[in-house]
T-cell receptor
Framework: QQKVQQSPESLIVPEGGMASLNCTSSDRNVDYFWWYRQHSGKSPKMLMSIFSNGEKEEGRFTVHLNKASLHTSLHIRDSQPSDSALYLCAARANYNVLYFGSGTKLTVEP | EAAVTQSPRSKVAVTGGKVTLSCHQTNNHDYMYWYRQDTGHGLRLIHYSYVADSTEKGDIPDGYKASRPSQENFSLILELASLSQTAVYFC???????????????FGPGTRLLVL
């Protein structure tokens, strides 16, 4: 069973709209979460990380974390076509070993 | 930004042949990883290493070996390549020196492997 589950598998939003992506872990040993973004044909790059309960905002991107439910979400406001990518959630359950979800493919339509 | 390079960038191999993928990092990171990614999907951990001359198994180690001859270099070896090993392979590195970037992984550009 995958340690990290992401939903939805794919998401289409209009340009300027809000995109909301979800990630949950089934492993009670998970403590930290990351969100990576991977454009088509490129390597994943870290977008945001969150270690504490609550919310973290960086520009148009906001991440929420609920450690009790091991749920994190990524929200992208004012979505742009350049935001179209595969978004990967990663969780740490053992030192320096990250477990990645299958990703959410986001398409922002002009 | 952290620098991780991989070679080759793409390779065509024959079933049953030996394939070696190489990774080099100049970040002075202790940890290095090999992942595979199947089209449109997430990353699965094959092997990782936290010190030279030592490797650890990840989630899907079967059919793969790893070698870490130095802090900077980490290789993935497919002794008998199979069709099911067609995928994109990513190498990554990270450190544990603390700070906000602790455990953040930096990825190489990937190697596209096609086994025929």
């Amino acid at each position: 069973q995958q340690k990290v589950q992401q939903s939805p598998e794919s998401l289409i939003v209009p340009e300027g709209g809000m995109a909301s992506l979800n990630c949950t872990s089934s492993d009670r040993n998970v403590d930290y979460f990351w969100w990576y973004r991977q454009h088509s044909g490129k390597s994943p790059k870290m977008l945001m990380s969150i270690f504490s309960n609550g919310e973290k905002e960086e520009g148009r991107f906001t991440v929420h974390l609920n450690k009790a439910s091991l749920h994190t979400s990524l929200h992208i406001r004012d979505s742009q076509p350049s935001d179209s990518a595969l978004y990967l959630c990663a969780a740490r359950a053992n030192y320096n070993v990250l477990y990645f979800g299958s990703g959410t493919k986001l398409t922002v339509e002009p | 930004e952290a620098a991780v390079t991989q070679s080759p960038r793409s390779k065509v191999a024959v079933t049953g042949g030996k394939v070696t993928l190489s990774c080099h990092q100049t970040n002075n990171h202790d940890y290095m990883y090999w992942y595979r990614q199947d089209t449109g999907h997430g990353l699965r951990l094959i092997h990782y290493s936290y010190v030279a001359d030592s490797t650890e198994k990840g989630d899907i180690p079967d059919g793969y070996k790893a070698s870490r001859p130095s802090q900077e270099n980490f290789s993935l070896i497919l002794e008998l390549a199979s069709l099911s090993q067609t995928a994109v392979y990513f190498c990554a590195s990270s450190d544990r020196l603390g700070g906000l970037n602790q455990d953040t992984q930096y990825f190489g550009p990937g190697t596209r492997l096609l086994v025929l």
